[in-house]
């Protein structure tokens, strides 16, 4: 429907490009059909005053919705499950297999979680009025693979494409994870007026949060068991000419832990990218079965990120 009220999303996402600076911030996405020509946000710590001018945008973003579950598929390979997306204006293309892996064709999906999980695709077909199949998925891109739940996303899930209209507000570092009143309108219109619409957001600075390392593996020797891992970067980690990128944290530490989630039986803090669960400990322990454990790098911004997950028998 023709409205001049803005449709406003609100993304707390990784870094979209491989740069270390203003980590912290949170993005914005904006619609309206018509579009008025651009947009004015403002941001107060109180709903009813104090509203000062954040940012301004000029673009119209390419928002819409699924109209179809999506699976969640398969990390690291090209995941063979499609998805529908019905656009609220604008289109999608397909693009060639090196675009993509070279960043384009990037979408946020937001979870029943409400975390948004990046995802670039191949194929674009226009299938209905508005509404594209998308094929040649890449999933769970720039650490976002702890977004996706363990059955299929339903039909309805929020979608913004990720291009030069989705742009970043202005947050002290100092105010992130604090609740904050935002309200927004069309460029040069009294914010007071009745057209502004008004919503309360904490961005989190998921920017700053590390990725999950890769290739956990477990073997034995004798009674202890060791682990190793590859740890991954959230900076300048695509490039293929460096042998060992940035590690984007102050400090190389993974925390470890072993049994359940929310209540280990033992943590381990270590610097290198390897640990080994000694018979004497795991019999101090009292574990027994399948256990799981988790390997997360830490930081000193956010804390332990995304953890890799393994499930030994002890």
Same mark, same amino acid.
Do not use: C
């Given at each position: 429907?023709? +409205? ?17 600076? $203003? $980590? =912290? ?11 008025? =020509?651009? !947009? ?27 109209? +179809?579950?999506? %699976? ?6 090209? +995941?063979?499950?499609?998805? @529908? ?13 090196? @675009?993509?892996?070279?960043?384009? *064709? ?39 693979? !702890?977004?996706?739940? &363990? +059955? ?22 100092? *105010?992130?994870? *604090? ?9 040069? %219109?009294?914010?007071? @007026?009745?057209?502004? #619409? ?10 700053? #949060? ?7 593996? !477990? ?11 590859? #740890?991954?970067?959230?900076? /300048?980690? $695509? ?11 102050? $400090?190389?530490?993974?925390?470890? /832990?072993?049994?359940? /989630? =929310?209540?280990?039986? #033992?943590?381990? %803090?270590?610097? !290198? ?5 000694? &018979? ?11 256990? %799981? ?11 332990? =990120? ?6 030994? *028998?002890?």
């Amino acid at each position: 429907p023709r +409205s001049r009220r803005l449709l406003l999303e609100f993304l707390d996402l990784p870094l979209l490009a491989d740069q270390s600076a $203003d $980590d =912290g911030r949170g993005f914005i996405a904006l619609h309206a059909e018509p579009w008025p =020509g651009g !947009a004015d946000v403002y941001r107060s710590a109180e709903e009813a005053t104090g509203y000062a001018l954040n940012v301004q945008v000029g673009l119209r973003a390419t928002m819409g919705e699924t109209v +179809s579950a999506l %699976e969640p598929g398969r990390l690291g390979v090209w +995941s063979p499950e499609t998805v @529908d997306v019905r656009l609220y204006s604008g289109e999608l293309v397909g693009r060639p297999s090196r @675009d993509v892996l070279d960043g384009a *064709n990037g979408l946020a999906i937001r979870h029943a979680s409400g975390e948004w999980e990046v995802i670039q695709f191949r194929g674009a077909e226009l299938v209905d009025a508005s509404t594209w199949r998308l094929s040649g998925l890449l999933r769970g891109q720039r650490g976002t693979e !702890a977004a996706r739940a &363990a +059955s299929a996303l339903p039909a309805g899930a929020a979608v913004v494409a990720l291009d030069a209209a989705v742009v970043p507000v202005e947050l002290a570092a100092a *105010n992130l994870g *604090n609740f904050a009143w935002w309200k927004w309108g069309p460029t040069g %219109e009294d914010p007071g @007026d009745k057209v502004f #619409r008004t919503a309360s957001h904490a961005f989190r600075g998921v920017g700053r #949060r590390p990725f999950a390392p890769v290739h956990l593996r !477990a073997s034995w020797a004798g009674g202890d068991l060791s682990l190793d891992w590859v #740890r991954r970067t959230r900076i /300048e980690g $695509d490039r293929w000419d460096v042998r060992n990128p940035p590690r984007g944290e102050a $400090d190389r530490l993974f925390r470890v /832990e072993v049994g359940p /989630e =929310g209540d280990p039986v #033992r943590v381990a %803090e270590v610097s !290198a990218a390897a640990w080994t669960y000694t &018979a004497a400990d795991q019999s101090a322990d009292g574990l027994s079965g399948p256990v %799981e454990v988790r390997v997360a790098q830490l930081s000193d911004t956010w804390g332990p =990120g995304t953890p890799a997950r393994i499930t030994v *028998n002890l």
